[in-house]
């Protein structure tokens, strides 16, 4: 084998009691790949990852790992919590999916697996990720991304999942979904084919005794023959009918904002004295760093929440639905057709991809794609002429993302979005308001001994490390896991209700948030120098 090589699966199935998911599965990885799997929800490319990442094993097939291969997986969910780690607790979710990938990169795997990983990252994360990622040479990534733009500029070959058979095109995204348009077209246009010659060959075999004379054996087997190839055919699940409803149109104003203020606890205020009107037919996008306050404003706006001074005011005849990232609407012990009204139709779920076996099927089963579609499919059987999306592209596949696309933007009713995705955002709105100043970890830290130091890369921030920042850079990792290390044994102490200086915790607390800071910014130079 080469000396970049560093795992390889041939021949890998699995199943879970229905059609595999994985069907024969091969593939080669070797050093610095950079690699996006795509293919629809619920295809198995989260399964895939784990399989590789050694979470899950395979019914069959075969898995070689290079000798002391060092594999890091990072899951598409962000954790609620971590019990004792009050530090990361605190942070907001994007600012934990942004910690949580720092700390992939520092323990410098030689295979990094990401599996939907810009989901919750603000734009300047998303961008930093794509720098790390595009200036690494000796490590390989396999990442799963709905984010189009950030397909294009990190992946330079394709794994592409279709019906549990994996294919590479080595290629970028651009070219991939040119190519793989072609080829589904001729697919369509054989299985067509296929189809003619069984009609007329079923026609043939029906006339009778004389179509199983001898002679006429060897047509007959080959009858046999089509009718299985027939029968083992995995059809593609087809494409997503999404359409959305607009109520009658109410008032020319729909929201009224005068004076608004709201914050938490004794935390500097999130919204202060916003002044707005959003107006009809209007598409707003609200942008801002992860903390800024974006799904709380959503939330004043729409009633949500109640502002600690001036009003917000609904306009008349307002028909809203809201669609939450965290997904609150659906519950999860529920099959997908007992989360819908009673007398929702299959024909109508089957729009959004969900065959009547899948109907039947519990919500926390499914894929996080999957969800999102379920929680559209609910929302969307309400006619509205105010849409709220809190990040909605989060876990699509592209092809649906796309159809959301487009139906948003022939929309005729108001639309809020908050949106990490740039493409989508640039796509469908038609003006944007963004949230500006500290995040909530910063304005958190206003009232703690030891506030972190954020500071701008400026061009001479760019120039090839010294000596000192070289040595430095070397040394981080250790400080790093020796703070962690002293952070745990004192949140342990809490826990263990014993007495713990709350000022030294913090402080370190803080000091960690600056080393991890400072060891993503040298690294970032040092890849790139």
């Known amino acids: 084998m080469s000396r970049a090589f560093l795992l390889s699966l041939k021949d890998v199935s699995l199943a879970f009691g229905g059609p595999d998911v994985l069907d024969r599965v091969s593939l080669s990885v070797e050093k610095g790949l950079r690699a996006a799997l795509t293919g629809r929800n619920g295809e198995g490319k989260s399964t895939l990852l784990k399989v590789i990442a050694g979470?899950?094993?395979?019914?069959?097939?075969?898995?070689?790992?290079?000798?002391?291969?060092?594999?890091?997986?990072?899951?598409?969910?962000?954790?609620?919590?971590?019990?004792?780690?009050?530090?990361?607790?605190?942070?907001?979710?994007?600012?934990?999916?942004?910690?949580?990938?720092?700390?992939?990169?520092?323990?410098?795997?030689?295979?990094?697996?990401?599996?939907?990983?810009?989901?919750?990252?603000?734009?300047?994360?998303?961008?930093?990720?794509?720098?790390?990622?595009?200036?690494?040479?000796?490590?390989?990534?396999?990442?799963?991304?709905?984010?189009?733009?950030?397909?294009?500029?990190?992946?330079?070959?394709?794994?592409?999942?279709?019906?549990?058979?994996?294919?590479?095109?080595?290629?970028?995204?651009?070219?991939?979904?040119?190519?793989?348009?072609?080829?589904?077209?001729?697919?369509?246009?054989?299985?067509?084919?296929?189809?003619?010659?069984?009609?007329?060959?079923?026609?043939?075999?029906?006339?009778?005794?004389?179509?199983?004379?001898?002679?006429?054996?060897g047509r007959v087997a080959a009858l046999m023959e089509l009718r299985k190839e027939f029968a083992n055919r995995r059809k593609s699940i087809g494409t997503s009918k999404l359409h959305i409803d607009t109520a009658l149109p109410g008032g020319m104003r729909v929201i009224k904002v005068e004076d608004a203020t709201f914050g938490y606890g004794e935390a500097k205020p999130i919204i202060e004295h916003l002044t707005m009107d959003v107006l009809r037919g209007e598409r707003l996008g609200i942008t801002g760093p992860n903390g800024a306050g974006k799904t709380t404003l959503l939330?004043?706006?729409?009633?949500?929440?109640?502002?600690?001074?001036?009003?917000?005011?609904?306009?008349?005849?307002?028909?809203?639905?809201?669609?939450?990232?965290?997904?609150?609407?659906?519950?999860?012990?529920?099959?997908?057709?007992?989360?819908?009204?009673?007398?929702?139709?299959?024909?109508?779920?089957?729009?959004?991809?969900?065959?009547?076996?899948?109907?039947?099927?519990?919500?926390?089963?499914?894929?996080?794609?999957?969800?999102?579609?379920?929680?559209?499919?609910?929302?969307?059987?309400?006619?509205?002429?105010?849409?709220?999306?809190?990040?909605?592209t989060n876990d699509l596949d592209i092809e649906t993302l796309e159809l959301l696309e487009e139906e948003l933007m022939d929309y005729k009713g108001t639309l809020l979005l908050v949106s990490h995705d740039r493409e989508f955002m640039d796509n469908v709105v038609t003006s944007t308001l963004d949230l500006e100043g500290a995040s909530a970890e910063d304005r958190l830290a206003e009232s703690g001994p030891a506030e972190p130091v954020r500071r701008e890369q400026t061009p001479k921030d760019k120039k090839k490390l010294s000596y000192h920042e070289q040595r430095e850079l070397a040394q981080l990792p250790d400080r790093i896991s020796a703070l962690e290390a002293e952070i745990a044994a004192l949140q342990q102490a809490l826990v263990n209700r014993e007495t713990v200086d709350s000022s030294r915790l913090a402080s370190l607390e803080a000091t960690l948030e600056q080393l991890v800071d400072r060891w993503a910014d040298l690294e970032t130079r040092n890849q790139s120098a």
């Open 55 to 217: 979470l899950i094993p395979p019914d069959s097939g075969e898995i070689v790992r290079a000798p002391d291969l060092k594999t890091v997986y990072v899951s598409q969910e962000v954790p609620a919590d971590r019990p004792g780690d009050d530090a990361f607790n605190a942070l907001s979710g994007g600012r934990r999916r942004r910690r949580i990938l720092e700390q992939a990169l520092l323990s410098r795997p030689d295979l990094l697996l990401l599996d939907e990983p810009t989901n919750h990252l603000d734009c300047d994360s998303i961008d930093w990720l794509e720098s790390m990622l595009r200036r690494q040479r000796e490590m390989a990534v396999i990442v799963v991304t709905h984010d189009r733009r950030f397909l294009r500029r990190v992946a330079t070959r394709i794994l592409d999942l279709d019906r549990g058979e994996l294919s590479g095109w080595e290629c970028d995204y651009t070219t991939f979904v040119k190519r793989k348009a072609e080829l589904l077209s001729d697919e369509a246009v054989y299985w067509a084919r296929k189809s003619k010659k069984l009609a007329q060959e079923e026609a043939w075999i029906r006339k009778g005794i004389k179509a199983r004379r001898t002679r006429n054996e």
């Open 299 to 392: 939330k004043l706006l729409t009633g949500r929440l109640q502002p600690q001074q001036g009003q917000i005011t609904l306009g008349t005849n307002v028909e809203m639905v809201f669609f939450d990232q965290l997904r609150d609407e659906l519950k999860p012990d529920l099959s997908i057709l007992e989360n819908m009204p009673g007398d929702t139709q299959y024909s109508y779920l089957a729009k959004f991809l969900f065959t009547p076996e899948r109907c039947r099927t519990p919500v926390k089963a499914l894929s996080g794609g999957e969800r999102a579609r379920l929680l559209l499919a609910k929302l969307f059987l309400k006619p509205a002429n105010l849409i709220v999306m809190d990040e909605p």
